[in-house]
């Protein structure tokens, strides 16, 4: 799992069959609702920073841009 600056969660969705592709869904923060991403966690990964829509509130983008922290 993910989170966003703006809250959401991000998953790895099982596939129904071995051979199919793992999806990306994203949960809004503070809500039940989610959303389904048709392509894959390595096509997802780097549509964010390039400003594609993969967030439910991708318009709140943080505003020095995208970044990540360590799992330490």
Not at 18 to 37: C, H, I, K, M
Request: with cysteine; hydrophobic share 40%.
């Amino acid at each position: 799992m993910a989170t966003a600056t703006t809250g959401e969660a991000v998953f790895l969705r099982v596939p129904d069959a071995p051979s199919s592709p793992w999806r990306v869904v994203v949960q809004e923060f503070d809500s039940p609702a989610w959303t389904l991403y048709g392509m894959t966690f390595s096509e997802w990964l780097p549509a964010y920073p390039e400003g594609q829509d993969v967030t439910v509130c991708s318009h709140d983008f943080a505003p020095d841009g995208p970044f990540h922290e360590p799992l330490t």
